[in-house]
């Protein structure tokens, strides 16, 4: 049997949230994947740089990440000091693993319709799969897309998980997620004003952001 897809989430984590947590856990389950390596980024380069240090957002990173094994951290991006591509990050990964292994870097619509202003965009499809996440019932207007990027989703897409075991990469792959309002700048927008972030994020990372004076308008 073809080995099951290793999947890749990259983002600042600047906190991590339920948000990414669950996108995690339900791209592992509905992608058929063998382990998600989550990649919290250095310095990112299409967004402001983040608010907590590298040691910060990796630490709070290890404490959401307690107790599901199935999730792991790596760290090569954000122990960079310049600025780091997703290209950059997935060729190293290709040479570390071999030509035959399946990647699925996980991607959100919105972050599908922008991909081709990323570094060497088409290049991805050459090291890994896209697994895209959708609203459940989400049905994609064609005409949304750049038509570059349009013709890659006319050759790539497919509605089979279990297409992405079938190569190594080129593969676009929808799959549904639960919708979860979260983001970011909003649990740092709650921490600076000091209202509750209770159920936004696990509490082993309030009480990290707390303990160390995290996103508070005087830090």
């Known amino acids: ?12 984590f ?8 669950r996108l995690a856990e339900e791209a592992a389950e509905c992608c058929g994947l063998d382990e998600l390596r989550l990649i919290p980024s250095g310095t990112p380069p299409l967004r402001a740089a983040p608010h907590a240090a590298a040691s910060h957002r990796l ?8 107790g599901n094994s199935r999730l792991a951290i790596d760290e090569r991006e954000i122990r960079r000091t310049d ?8 060729a190293a990964l290709r040479a570390e693993l071999g030509d035959t292994r399946p990647l699925a870097l996980i991607v959100g619509f919105d972050q599908l ?16 799969h896209l697994a895209v996440a959708t609203r459940p019932g989400f049905a994609l207007d064609p005409g949304a897309a750049p038509a570059a990027l349009r013709a890659e989703l006319a050759r790539r897409e497919t509605d089979r998980a ?3 075991r079938e190569s190594a990469a ?15 700048s909003q649990v740092r ?30 830090g």
Do not use: E, K
């Open 59 to 66: 630490a709070m990173l290890r404490l959401a990440l307690t």
């Open 189 to 218: 927008a709650r921490l600076a004003a000091g209202t509750s972030v209770r159920y936004l994020l696990p509490d082993a990372v309030i009480d990290y952001i707390r303990a160390n004076g995290l996103y508070s308008t005087g």
């Open 113 to 128: 319709l922008r991909l081709p202003d990323w570094d060497r965009w088409q290049r991805l499809f050459d090291l890994a």
């Open 1 to 12: 049997m073809p080995a099951a897809p290793i999947g890749l989430l990259g983002g600042t």
């Open 14 to 21: 600047d906190p991590v949230h339920y948000g990414h947590l």
């Open 83 to 90: 600025t780091c591509y997703t290209v950059d990050t997935l």
């Open 162 to 164: 279990d297409a992405l």
């Open 170 to 184: 080129g593969r676009i792959c929808r799959f549904d997620m639960t919708a979860l309002d979260i983001s970011a």
